[in-house]
């Protein structure tokens, strides 16, 4: 059986400087440090925006506990032991490692937790162990005079990928215990009308050739995702292959939906609100390289390559954050005069110049759903997007906004304009194509 997930809680990141990335967050992105653990082992702080919470966990010095592949243990015993580092008592404040986390000591900084909401860890996290997951932190309760919240840590799939289950329904306080509240207005999403974001709409993995399928068997298996086909163009088998122009990628998207009765509600049945999606990334062969070879190779391992932040006004939004200081890529001045384009921009009401100002790109070209049944509204989706420069020192992990009209998947012609945006920055900003795995030489444009 699978475990249901109600929601997504919170993404969390593990960097050498929190400080700086917490700067990024709220001065550029505009999110608001609403809660934070520091102990003298680590610094756990929780920004949000709307409904997006990211947990930035400061990376722990050399002499802390090790959680690497050896010391993986389905029975959890050996990480109570290891996570606790006092005897073998598991200890809920620990100070040398992170709550409703784990220290992955990952070389370089990474996205590498998305925390689900579950009705029942203890049960969620039996089923998925039966179903042979490996467990880095087992069912554990942590307590303050707000509640309690009960945590499991699973391992995935994909790279250093874990998520963290939690149940919060016995807790009434604003974030997780443990965490001291810093800003208690914000549990309601603040309407800010000039950065509308209001939830991270999806999270995109950088996956190693010919593993889609065993990633989305795996979510499909243990958290009952489904496929969704990102536009009409895309293969059952093979999904989404764009292999022209040295492009070289293959997506696939798969999604849940929030539930509020985990493991009991049959997606089939009762398919309510889709939460975040997941978009697979994997390059082709025989191409050139392109930002998935380029994430797995600085990243050192798949992972979380971007993550959709979903906004009511992207013009709006990268207004604002463009101003803040957040540098966006955009595709040739030539993508918004060309007549077919000029014209999709102009007739979703939008201006070519407004849009071109911050690189945001505007595909209408979506086809139909084959499994959906409204084709009258069809020529009325369009998706417009925007992506930013790498986030971290490496280029690895960046952000996008996205604001929908009517369309679920993801343009094919967005992702085209894209790639062709990266390619120039590689060549121009960059200083050319990187040598595997080597550490950058230039950082003129990190975000
Ligand atoms: O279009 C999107 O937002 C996606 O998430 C698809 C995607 C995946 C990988 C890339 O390197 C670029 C685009
Ligand atoms: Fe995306």
């Known amino acids: 059986?699978?475990?249901?997930?109600?929601?997504?809680?919170?993404?969390?990141?593990?960097?050498?400087?929190?400080?700086?990335?917490?700067?990024?967050?709220?001065?550029?992105?505009?999110?608001?440090?609403?809660?934070?653990?520091?102990?003298?082992?680590?610094?756990?702080?929780?920004f949000r925006k709307g409904a997006a919470v990211f947990v930035v966990n400061e990376k722990p010095n050399q002499c802390s506990v090790r959680l690497d592949e050896e010391h993986h243990d389905i029975t959890g015993k050996c990480f109570s032991d290891l996570y606790s580092g006092n005897g073998g008592k598991y200890n809920q404040y620990n100070?040398?490692?992170?709550?409703?986390d784990v220290s992955p000591h990952h070389s370089v900084d990474t996205v590498s937790n998305v925390c689900f909401e579950v009705e029942d860890v203890e049960r969620s996290s039996r089923a998925l162990r039966h179903q042979g997951c490996t467990f880095l932190v087992p069912p554990t309760t942590v307590q303050d005079e707000n509640g309690l919240v009960t945590?499991?840590?699973?391992?995935?799939?994909?790279?250093n990928v874990c998520h963290t289950l939690i149940d919060r329904s016995k807790y009434e306080g604003i974030?997780?215990?443990?965490?001291?509240?810093?800003?208690?207005?914000?549990?309601l999403p603040e309407e800010d009308m000039s950065c509308p974001i209001t939830h991270f709409d999806h999270i995109t993995y950088a996956c190693p050739r010919k593993t889609t399928h065993q990633v989305m068997g795996w979510y499909e298996k243990l958290f009952g995702f489904q496929r969704f086909f990102i536009d009409s163009n895309e293969d059952v088998e093979e999904g989404l292959v764009i292999d022209q122009e040295g492009i070289g990628l293959r997506l696939t998207a798969m999604e849940y939906w929030k539930c509020s009765k985990a493991g009991i509600v049959l997606p089939s049945v009762e398919k309510k609100e889709p939460d975040c999606k997941f978009v697979i990334a994997e390059s082709l062969p025989e191409q050139g390289r392109n930002q998935v070879d380029t994430f797995l190779a600085q990243h050192r391992a798949p992972g979380i390559q971007h993550i959709g932040l979903y906004t009511k006004n992207i013009v709006s939004t990268a207004h604002v954050l463009a101003e803040a200081g957040v540098q966006f890529f955009s595709p040739p001045p030539t993508y918004y005069t060309e007549v077919g384009k000029q014209q999709e921009i102009e007739e979703a009401g939008h201006s070519p110049q407004m849009l071109a100002q911050h690189g945001i790109l505007l595909?209408?070209?979506?086809?139909?759903d084959p499994l959906s049944?409204?084709?009258?509204?069809?020529?009325?989706?369009?998706?417009?997007?925007?992506?930013?420069?790498?986030?971290?020192?490496?280029?690895?992990?960046?952000?996008?906004l996205i604001e929908r009209r009517g369309a679920t998947g993801f343009g094919e012609g967005n992702i085209r304009a894209l790639w062709r945006s990266v390619q120039a920055y590689m060549e121009n900003e960059r200083g050319g194509s990187q040598e595997e795995g080597s550490p950058k030489t230039v950082k003129t444009a990190q975000c």
């Open 1 to 46: 059986m699978a475990a249901y997930l109600s929601r997504l809680h919170h993404i969390s990141l593990h960097v050498s400087n929190a400080e700086k990335i917490a700067n990024a967050l709220v001065r550029k992105f505009k999110f608001k440090l609403f809660a934070t653990r520091v102990t003298d082992g680590s610094n756990q702080l929780a």
């Open 95 to 100: 100070s040398a490692n992170f709550l409703y």
């Open 151 to 159: 945590y499991s840590v699973v391992k995935s799939i994909v790279g």
């Open 175 to 187: 974030f997780l215990p443990g965490f001291d509240v810093t800003e208690k207005d914000c549990s």
């Open 363 to 368: 595909d209408a070209d979506l086809h139909q």
């Open 373 to 400: 049944q409204t084709a009258s509204s069809e020529n009325k989706r369009y998706l417009l997007q925007v992506f930013t420069k790498p986030i971290f020192a490496e280029d690895t992990f960046f952000l996008e």
